[in-house]
């Protein structure tokens, strides 16, 4: 069981999430660091276990963006530099919102780490097939509530998925509402080959071990890190 911290950057800082409404998203505040600057909460967490990768969710790239020709905003993606020169040790897995074979070669061929394709900010299966067999990127399956967001045929057609696929239901994410089983379950049983991840509403150690029995291969944990719910001596035995 991989256990992966998350950082939502936004503005340049790192953002509580809370149940997928960004709008609402503030700077987090967490015993781990005294700002919400990335490098400072990267440490933060490094003080409770060797984590060896991170994901990083550029909030204001995929909103503002959603996979069109525009940009990134340049705090965010300034941050990922220095967090990539500064814990070069580090993976770090980044959904920017990119969804253009030009713009993703190109980010690719930048070596800030690997790339998440969300399915919310893709048109099409088109980037996805063209770098599936790209061992480093990975598809983000995203849900909120019962809706999958993005082109029905990322969901359904795992020939096009690559050997890493995250199931993110938005509405877990910073709830304490539990791993959504039911998803990961189906999910898993679609694509039996694949390494699939867990995000959003993970609590404590029990939900890991959970996750860990139903074959899932990691989790991409923030508030139960923050909140002490998760320990590093918990991790450890995981």
Not at 99 to 121: F, K, M, Y
């Amino acid at each position: 069981m991989e256990v992966i911290p998350v950082l939502d950057l936004k503005g340049g800082v790192v953002v509580h999430a809370r149940m997928g409404q960004r709008d609402q998203y503030r700077p987090i505040r967490t015993p781990l660091s005294a700002t919400s600057n990335p490098a400072d909460i990267v440490r933060g967490l490094l003080s409770i276990h060797p984590f060896k990768t991170f994901y990083i969710a550029d909030l204001d790239a995929i909103e503002s963006q959603g996979g069109n020709q525009r940009s990134l905003p340049r705090d965010n993606d300034t941050a990922l530099a220095r967090l990539r020169s500064e814990f070069p040790g580090l993976s770090f897995w980044v959904d920017n919102g990119i969804a253009d074979p030009i713009r993703a070669q190109a980010w690719l061929d930048r070596d800030l780490g690997d790339l998440v394709l969300g399915s919310e900010t893709q048109k099409d299966d088109a980037l996805l097939r063209r770098l599936r067999g790209n061992a480093r990127v990975i598809l983000s399956l995203d849900f909120r509530g019962e809706a999958f967001m993005g082109p029905p045929a990322l969901q359904h057609d795992t020939e096009t998925w690559p050997g890493r696929i995250i199931v993110m239901t938005l509405a877990r994410v910073g709830s304490g509402a539990g791993p959504d089983m039911d998803r990961l379950l189906a999910i898993k049983d679609k694509a039996p080959d694949k390494r699939v991840y867990a995000a959003g509403g993970i609590r404590a150690a029990t939900d890991l071990a959970m996750l860990a029995r139903a074959g899932i291969a990691g989790a991409l944990v923030s508030s139960s890190l923050h909140d002490g719910s998760l320990t590093g001596a918990q991790i450890a035995r995981l």
